[in-house]
Every structure is written in structure tokens, then in C-alpha cells.
């Protein structure tokens, strides 16, 4: 399977965020509603790093992820070319979800110009992505896409549980150095 991104997740934040995330949607949804959703885990032997998958953006690309319990906050590698999507949406600076997201003095991005992308959007919120194997952090905008996980439906894997709009933050390609798909990719 082709890895098109690189991302590092912190399972504290990540779960919780998918599991909160998913039981606002059950709530919501009028179909069979998941329970719990599954992110499968195997460990690579070369780099020694945790990595985990799911199904992000539109159209929906398959993406491999490292799973770092000291990182703190869910990143992918948002330059042009290496993340495209039509379903991505800024994350307005005076939201909800920014106030909950932003730490410390987290800075918010007014605006920018050039094209719209995922890395260049008005009125959006900041993170600050950390890659937690080099410790090389950036600034970055939070945006939000759709994320798509395996339920515990039987048979397993379940049907995917996908959430519409799951927030996280943009990093760059430099940060994803020393990332296990950076190293594996072709
Ligand atoms: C941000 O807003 C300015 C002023 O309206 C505009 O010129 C610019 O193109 C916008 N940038 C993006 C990325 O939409």
C-alpha cells in the first residue's frame, strides 16, 4: 500500500479526540452507530516506532502513522504535494475547537497570501507541531478533515467510522525527518 504522508500521534490526545469525536457523531446518526473504533498497532523492527493507520481527506487516502506517547498533538505533513483534499476546512480563530486546542501562546493566523491551501488560510487557528523523535518543532495551522477508522463491528475489521471534521495540526515535510515512512518511502 503506497504510504502518501507522514504523521506522528500522540495516543493520549488522538484516541481521546477520535473517541469523543465518534460519540458526537453517534449521536447524531440515524444507521447502526459505532461503539468503539480500532487502531490497529504493529511495531517497525528498523526504526523501533509504533505505527498505526486510518483513512484521511477526500478523496480518502490511506495514511500511515507513528504513535508516540510523548507527542501532543496529532500532525500531518501539509506542503502542497504531499497532502491533497477537498474536504479540509480552516478552524476559525474565536471557535470552540481553537480555544480548546490552543495552549499557551499559541499564536493565531489572520491571514495569508497566496492561493488557499491547507498551509495557507485566513483566519485559522495555530498549533505547534513537534516531531518527537528529533525534537524539531514548527508552527502550523489547525484544519480540519475527514478521518476515517475501523469500527468493532464483526466480522473485523468493521465497517469505518468516519468523522467529518477531525482537527489537526499542519506540519511541514522537513518535520516529518526521522519518521518511520520517511525512511521507507520509495
Ligand atoms: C486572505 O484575505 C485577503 C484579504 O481579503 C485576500 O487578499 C487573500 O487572498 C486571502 N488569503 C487566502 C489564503 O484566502
Known amino acids: 500500500m ?4 507522514n504523521l506522528v500521534v500522540s495516543t493520549a490526545t488522538a484516541l481521546l479526540l477520535l473517541l469523543s469525536t465518534y460519540s458526537c457523531r453517534a449521536a447524531t446518526s440515524s444507521s447502526k452507530n459505532p461503539t468503539a473504533v480500532v487502531l490497529p498497532v504493529r511495531k517497525d523492527g528498523a526504526t523501533l516506532q509504533y505505527l498505526t493507520g486510518f483513512r484521511q481527506r477526500t478523496p480518502q487516502t490511506p495514511v500511515t502513522a507513528v504513535l ?6 496529532l ?3 501539509c506542503d502542497p504535494g504531499s497532502y491533497a483534499s ?5 478552524v476559525p480563530c474565536a471557535s470552540k475547537p481553537c480555544r480548546l486546542a490552543r495552549t499557551g501562546t499559541a499564536a493565531c493566523a489572520t491571514s495569508c497570501v497566496g492561493a488557499p491551501s491547507p498551509g495557507c488560510l485566513n483566519d485559522t487557528c495555530s498549533g505547534f507541531p513537534e516531531n518527537t523523535v528529533t525534537r524539531v518543532a514548527t508552527g502550523g495551522n489547525l484544519i480540519t478533515d475527514v478521518l476515517s477508522v475501523p469500527t468493532t463491528f464483526r466480522p473485523m475489521p468493521g465497517p469505518l467510522a468516519t468523522a467529518p471534521a477531525f482537527l489537526f495540526a499542519c506540519g511541514a515535510k522537513f518535520l516529518t525527518e526521522g519518521v518511520f515512512s520517511t525512511m521507507h518511502c520509495i
Open 2 to 5: 503506497a504510504r502518501s504522508s
Open 86 to 90: 477537498s474536504s479540509y476546512a480552516h
Open 75 to 77: 500532525w500531518v505533513d
Open 68 to 73: 508516540d506517547l510523548g507527542g501532543a498533538t
